[in-house]
């Protein structure tokens, strides 16, 4: 299907787009890969069925939200109660093991490439799978941080004993009113340090990383660049989505590949440069690797 120039929906052979992938991943210079939601759940992070009546079937019994992310904006009946499933989302999201291997296996697979990381994902898995934090961009938050809610200041703060203390403490859906943080500066109630709305705080480590990441670019703009795209949707296209079409477009080198099992598209123009894989994103990282390794 075609819409204004963007080829969507695309169904091709999965062993010959498998093989273009490999190829490309093989003559690349440098890999730039953009991290979305998919590649969280294809890691485990799974924000409905079984799991989210595991962690939050009290919840969902009582609200009725049909996934982890709705529940946020729930109706809460207190502040508490907000607090705990707030609290919950972070701990076995941000903190706990990782249920599958997938973010491991794609840094073995990076290791010996020069490339770099972009991703809107929230979770903290990057850092957790060892990931060299110079060649990671975190752009949309993380939930091992606070902020302050106003903000006053463009400070963040680590969460990890204040969302384990209101784990272990909380009864009834709430955690107790005294754990609920606010800002050492203005004393107002903190938040999660990510991206709903220009309350966002981008804090020093936010800066450092993207110019990181805008100087990894402008030294990447031509060459054998391969452009690498797993679980990449529509939610926010302009932070990794269209970039990475247009920097695609621009260096005649290059290659895009997208690793989707929903709506994967790529403009037209990208014709012959572009690889689309609508598989599991860790299959398909566990079968590059394997092979990689002989």
């Not at 409905?48 to 946020?72: S, W």
């Not at 994967?264 to 894989?277: H, K, N, T």
């Amino acid at each position: 299907m075609k819409y204004n120039g963007i080829i969507y929906d695309v169904t091709g052979d999965y062993d010959t787009e498998y093989h273009k992938l490999a190829k490309a991943f093989q003559d690349a210079d440098a890999v730039i890969v953009g991290a979305g939601s998919g590649l969280s759940t294809s890691a485990g992070f799974n924000y409905g069925g079984e799991r989210l009546q595991e962690l939050f079937g009290d919840f969902v019994e009582k609200y009725g939200m049909p996934d982890i992310y709705h529940g946020c904006f729930a109706n809460f009946e207190s502040n508490e109660e907000r607090w705990a499933y707030w609290a919950r989302w972070s701990y076995y999201h941000a903190f706990c093991p990782l249920p599958r291997d997938t973010l491991v296996k794609l840094r073995e697979l990076l290791e010996g490439k020069d490339y770099f990381v972009l991703t809107t994902n929230v979770d903290h898995t990057f850092q957790r799978a060892g990931y060299d934090k110079n060649k990671l961009c975190y752009t949309q938050g993380d939930l091992g941080l606070f902020q302050c809610s106003l903000p006053c200041h463009s400070a963040t703060y680590d969460n990890y004993e204040t969302i384990l203390a209101m784990h272990e403490q909380e009864r009834d859906m709430k955690v107790p009113t005294e754990l609920i943080p606010h800002c050492p500066k203005c004393g107002r109630e903190m938040d999660f340090n990510l991206y709903w709305d220009n309350t966002f705080v981008r804090d020093e480590g936010w800066h450092i990383a993207h110019k990181r990441y805008e100087d990894y670019l402008a030294a990447h703009q031509t060459g054998k660049v391969l452009y690498l795209e797993l679980g990449v949707g529509f939610n926010s296209p302009g932070v990794i989505k269209v970039p990475f079409w247009q920097m695609a477009i621009d260096n005649r080198d290059a290659a895009f590949a997208s690793i989707n099992l929903d709506n994967p598209s790529y403009p037209e123009v990208l014709e012959g440069r572009a690889i689309v894989i609508s598989h599991d994103i860790d299959e398909v990282i566990r079968k590059l690797l394997a092979e990689q390794k002989g």
